[in-house]
DNA sequence: AGCCTGCTTTGGTATGACCAAACTAGACTC
DNA sequence: GAGTCTAGTTTGGTCATACCAAAGCAGGCT
């Protein structure tokens, strides 16, 4: 059945490629929830039948959903449909991004918008921050005090806080910005030694941040903030000598 | 020749594709500058034989490669080795950032982002603006002016006006950042209909944050660029019904 | 009930073939 | 001799078939 009304023999190929087509269609399909999320894609035997196309065409179809993030695909399992979320979004350029860094000044420029995004954020934390996430802020500040003296504890709270400015508009793109940013710019600050008083200083940031926050006083919250990303800065670029 | 020492029968698949494999393979040639940009990649059946493996394989590859934008294949051409930038890795998650548009607040939730960041670029551009942004900034607003009883050539003029806070900072970035949010956002302002006083009013606009950035006020540029803003929205909104 | 074994399913790969558009080079015309 | 036409040669796109090995399953054995 479902011999539809492709034709059979080597296709006489238009303009455009079969496994164009049929990636909309699977494309279409996944988008209107006819196929669900988190089910696994049909057989690609099953798929040749239904479209009367050759499994070439089918594993094409497939591996390009998969490049494009609408399925996740295991080395040899059924592929399983993945919605896209802000997160996948960003993994898919994931790679890319990783080329764009080792360029030139590439890893200073995405800094250089990260500071730009989150002077922005601490700017707006001053102005509509609310009791809810003041208290988060004031949490991850403690977290931060209290991991001084253990440098991957200390790591994982400096994101924590971060990561709160992200999550205070309530735009769900943002934390996943920050994810990315967090991930992409990973590799630099992995390798950059975490001394007790380094974690010092920057928790004595934090704290002029929040302190500026707390007064209410957006200027006061972008330039400590600003003032504590050059400064991360500088400590990497001591680092590696030159970026 | 290029025999090699792949063994020549059905691969004993171990834990990995031999198409990821080649995929990297070729994928480090890219980087590395020994494919060259703009040059064609090798046939299929030479890639064949240069490193065993079957034609299957390296159509995934290939194929891999043009998803990701690190080759640019055209229906019935030899792929186009293409180096990534800022745009590339952009188109690259095209398709998935349009479905995350059509979820609830989608757009909503990508032009806040793009308010959160223009905002900080008009910031910027109060404070540090040079005579040369300032005079292109003039040159723009006066390009609207001349254009208000233009549909079209307003809304290029007026994309460009916005196109320079994302220059100002001289990171490549940017640029790139704002071509994504006009393509993104594009298709809701297209429908969106234009009449000469709604042209006069987004001069308006402009020139108020022109005029901010003139008198080097940072917080009347942002006031003003976020009037602006949320007046565009409003308008989206106002033909759109609902979003 | 739980473990083992063998058949079936399914993705990954290899081959070989054919089509049609693109490319190339030699023949032909002016 | 420059330009054009044409036949042969690439080359990407597709189809069909076959085999491998891991995953999934089901029936049988302990």
Redesign the pocket.
């Known amino acids: 059945m479902t011999d539809a009304s492709?034709p059979?023999?080597?296709?006489?190929?238009?303009d455009k490629?079969?496994?164009d087509d049929l990636f909309r269609i699977l494309e279409r399909k996944i988008s209107s929830g006819e196929l669900e999320e988190g089910a696994p894609?049909p057989?690609?035997?099953?798929i040749v039948q239904t479209y009367g196309?050759?499994?070439?065409?089918v594993?094409?179809a497939v591996l390009a959903l998969s490049n494009k993030g609408l399925v996740e695909?295991k080395?040899?399992?059924?592929p399983i449909v993945r919605k896209p979320s802000a997160d996948t979004a960003l993994e898919t350029i994931e790679s890319l991004v990783r080329r764009l860094l080792v360029q030139p000044n590439g890893v200073k420029n995405l800094f250089d918008t990260r500071i730009l995004v989150e002077a922005a954020l601490v700017r707006e934390a001053a102005v509509k921050a609310n009791k809810s996430d003041i208290a988060n802020l004031k949490t991850a500040l403690d977290a931060n005090l209290e991991a001084i003296s253990d440098n991957d504890a200390f790591y994982r709270s400096d994101m924590a806080f971060h990561a709160i400015f992200f999550d205070i508009s309530g735009n769900p793109l943002l934390p996943a910005i920050h994810r990315a940013y967090t991930a992409w710019l990973a590799p630099q600050w992995k390798q950059m030694p975490r001394m007790a008083d380094r974690n010092r200083t920057n928790y004595d940031s934090h704290k002029a941040i929040f302190d500026a926050i707390l007064m209410r006083d957006p200027d006061a919250a972008e330039a400590a903030l600003r003032r504590h990303m050059t400064d991360a800065w500088t400590q990497v670029q001591m680092t590696f000598g030159d970026i």
């Not at 057989?43 to 099953?46: D, I």
């Not at 196309?53 to 065409?57: A, E, L, W």
């Open positions: 492709a059979k023999t080597a296709s006489p190929q238009t490629r079969a496994a894609l057989p690609e035997r099953e196309v050759s499994r070439t065409v594993r094409e695909a080395p040899r399992f059924r």
